[in-house]
């Protein structure tokens, strides 16, 4: 079954850091601009981040600019999310995935990080922010 696979969530105390990894399993995922998404307690899944196929293209939600890195290793089929300076409401489950149709980070930001594959979703990995 073809499908995104996420790590690396934890608990953590605010400020600190937490490295997410986003794997493809049954595909791969280099043809792919990939975002990551994040669905906080009682709220929507939203995209925060998205890397373009090529890795040159990057955007960023502005509450996680600057604290949050994307990146990927398309050898190793995984992108990564390195997140720093964790506030308490970055509390929630994130997700990664790809809209199959494009290759572009600014597509995929300009849609509203709209289009991902329904089959695609993984589970997620919870990351907790408290004292």
């Known amino acids: 079954q073809s499908q995104f696979v996420e790590s690396g969530g934890g608990l953590v105390q605010p400020g600190g850091s937490l490295r997410l990894s986003c794997a493809a399993s049954?595909?791969?995922?280099?043809?792919?601009?990939i975002g990551w998404f994040r669905q906080a307690p009682g709220k929507e899944r939203e995209g925060i981040s998205c890397?373009?196929?090529?890795?040159?293209?990057?955007h960023y939600v502005n509450d996680v600019k600057g604290r949050f890195t994307i990146s990927r290793d398309n050898t190793k089929n995984t992108v990564y999310l390195q997140m720093n300076n964790l506030k308490p409401e970055d509390t929630g489950v994130y997700y990664c995935?790809?809209?199959?149709?494009?290759?572009?980070?600014?597509?995929?930001?300009?849609?509203?990080?709209?289009?991902?594959?329904?089959?695609?979703w993984g589970k997620g990995t919870l990351v907790t922010v408290s004292p």
């Open positions: 995935n790809a809209n199959p149709r494009t290759a572009s980070c600014e597509s995929f930001k300009n849609s509203g990080y709209k289009g991902a594959r329904t089959a695609w």
């Open positions: 890397i373009s196929q090529s890795g040159l293209n990057i």
């Open positions: 049954g595909f791969t995922l280099d043809a792919y601009a």
